[in-house]
């Protein structure tokens, strides 16, 4: 009864922030999320507080959806 996972969260979250076509900086003012943390977490240095994560999710247009489940 094993579940398949995918990409962490985390480093979903790392690449839209690569792919994004905002700088860190533009980030960092439109989240409140310094550009310090941004750099650390991206380089996999430290993690975001949920508060950091609502806010870039928000700014990046991006939102979590559940998978579909496979029965067993």
């Known amino acids: 009864m094993g579940m398949k996972v995918g990409r962490p969260l985390s480093e979903q979250l790392r ?8 700088s860190r900086y533009q980030l960092a003012k439109e989240t409140g999320v310094s550009q310090s943390v941004l750099s650390l977490f991206c380089n996999k240095k430290r993690g975001l507080s949920l ?22």
């Open 15 to 22: 690449r839209a922030i690569e792919a994004s076509p905002m």
């Open 51 to 72: 508060r950091a994560i609502d806010a870039l999710a928000a700014a990046l247009g991006l939102e979590l959806k559940p998978r579909k489940w496979k029965e067993s």
